[in-house]
């Protein structure tokens, strides 16, 4: 009878981006983010023991091994999992998304954060945080081992409001909730205008960042933008914060548009839908501010209670669009069944 961890890890959306990596190794930003954690946009992933020389991995059903384009960032995940100690062997795992991956909705963040936790806690045997704390992994540790694995994924794991701190030194760098998700309802609705893969991918897009000229005055100015952000947060005011996400998005896609080589990861359509968006604010007087990672698609970011005047206009503006409608959330979860029990 084999033991299986389940590891279930929400996406989160930054609302001040990760945009640049002063060490790509270390995955030591340019700049501090902050971001709120999700809730039902997330990786479920189920590990368990393995009797075999290689690990066994499936994602949404498929089979992906090292040579699969999903394998890559997955395997070389695992082997730096594997290298903290001779006593984790190979593993089966399966991984579920419950959202589209590779378009920017940060399944990156929620696919790395739930491969860490569930590898761990198969590893361990360890079906809670509390248990894997006595195994030497902090929620700390395990936020900076995911880390690893993709850059915004350490955030994931922390609930509600959480900033990662750039700080003076990669190895000093942290991450932490400053507030958790019932401080403040806030709702993000995905306008989804394309699920296919991006063509180019976070990783080589990071480096070309320095290459823009509007890079290093962003880098420059952004801790205003950040303690603006901050004191919003705390003020529960929306009115300050939505006009600083919409600023922050389009900074972030003129670093990207004006870097070498230039990168555009959203079209007219995308365009066009974020003019709707200030027009339509400022003629309903319904706060609702856009957010984009880096992808064509549309986060809309307001307080729960415009909800349904929200929804109701995007069914009106764009009723063929799908909508992934989702809210802050309270982070990851991890739990354990017997595999026998469970057929
Ligand atoms: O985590 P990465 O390396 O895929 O970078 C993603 C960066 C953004 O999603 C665009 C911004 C962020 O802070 O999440």
New binding site residues.
Partial sequence: MSHVFQATVPS?I?LL???GKSCEQSQWPANS?L?ITLSDLCTVTKAQRLDASEHQVTVGDELVNREHPLGSKIFKHLDRLQKLSPDYGPLKIDSHNSFPAGCGI?S??SGLGALTLACLAAWHQADNFAALEQHGYSLERLSELARLG????CRSLHDGFVEWERTETSESQKVKSVYPASHWQLRDTIVLFSDQIKKVG??EA?RAAWSSPLFAPRLASLHQRLAGMREAIKNQDISILGPLIEQETLE?HSVIMSAEPSVRYFGLETGEFLAWVRQTRERTGIPFYFTL??GPNVHLIYEDHFHQEVVKLLEQKCPERPLLSDRIGSGPSLTSYDEERSN
């Fill in positions: 989160n930054a981006k990760y945009w983010s971001s940060a990156s963040a993709s850059g915004s994924a976070s990783t990071h972030m990672d880096a």
